[in-house]
């Protein structure tokens, strides 16, 4: 069952052609890879779908449902969410309430609730940091929660924006190079993090670099070049195909993917 549907999306930037009559779909239970060279488009593609930028022209459906130019909260409520490239944190909160930010889409009790510390705040409250406590143990972040998030190493940091992002529940969950910065360690970390997501039931979008990664996740590969589709398919005819071995991968990938 197709979960996220994208017909001819187009994005100008004045008389540039960032995203040019991209279609695309994302069915439910699968991990799908996004990858091209620099400039090719995929955050832009991102902020379209997750209503951070309005297309140009073209259609989005999310569960059957358009949401071409829905704000991004309203994108989020419905189970679309994501992730960024750039690490959005509040440094100077606890690693805990950066991730209790994250779950403001699912809290039922308003302002003057939370002004009167009234019995069913407190309750969702506690409910709240307990999702969030387990959240940080998932990722690796247990024992890190009074910490300020400034004190994080950079590959904690990227794995807070998950933690952060699976905060708001999503049934879809596109993620901006999750693995960018990271050493090797770290990556085999990411990977196994980003697969329990996957089996418990979370469908995925990823963009990524790193081609190990990619290679070692997804079932399905969408690769843009210059805002367009240039080609899909398996990460076997991904890595040998010639076009994308002379855009993106470079001429010596296959021969190091296999050694």
């Given amino acids: 069952m197709s979960l996220l549907d994208c017909e001819e999306l187009s994005k100008q930037f004045g008389g540039l052609a960032a995203i040019n009559r991209v279609g695309l779909s994302v069915n439910a239970g699968e991990i799908v890879g996004l990858i091209g060279p620099n400039g090719a ?8 779908i997750t209503g951070f930028l309005r297309p140009t022209a ?4 999310y569960q059957g449902k358009e949401i071409t130019g829905l704000a991004p909260h309203l994108i989020g409520e419905l189970g679309l969410v994501r992730t960024f490239q750039k690490i959005n944190v509040f440094p100077d909160l606890s690693v805990l309430e950066n991730v209790l930010i994250g779950r403001h889409l699912h809290l039922r009790t308003g302002f003057l609730h939370s002004l009167a510390q009234s019995r069913s705040y407190r309750r969702e409250e506690r409910a709240s940091r307990e999702k969030v ?4 143990e998932f990722v690796g972040l247990s024992g890190w929660e009074d910490q300020p998030v400034r004190s994080l190493p950079f590959g904690l940091q990227r794995a807070l924006g998950i933690a952060t992002g699976l905060a708001a529940e999503p049934k879809l969950l596109l993620l901006d190079e999750p693995a960018s910065g990271m050493n090797t360690e770290e990556k085999k970390a990411v990977i196994e993090i980003i697969r329990q997501i996957y089996r418990g039931g979370t469908t995925l979008l ?12 997804c079932g399905r590969i969408i690769v843009l070049d210059a805002g367009s589709v240039l080609m899909e398919g398996t990460p076997e005819q991904v890595q ?4 994308v071995i002379e855009i993106y991968l470079g001429k010596g990938y296959t021969r190091a993917a296999h050694a």
């Fill in 58 to 61: 073209g259609r989005i459906r």
């Fill in 240 to 243: 040998h195909d010639p076009r």
């Fill in 206 to 217: 990823l963009v990524e670099h790193d081609m190990n990664v990619v290679m070692n996740l």
């Fill in 133 to 136: 406590r387990g959240l940080l």
């Fill in 41 to 48: 488009g995929k955050t832009t593609l991102f902020n379209l």
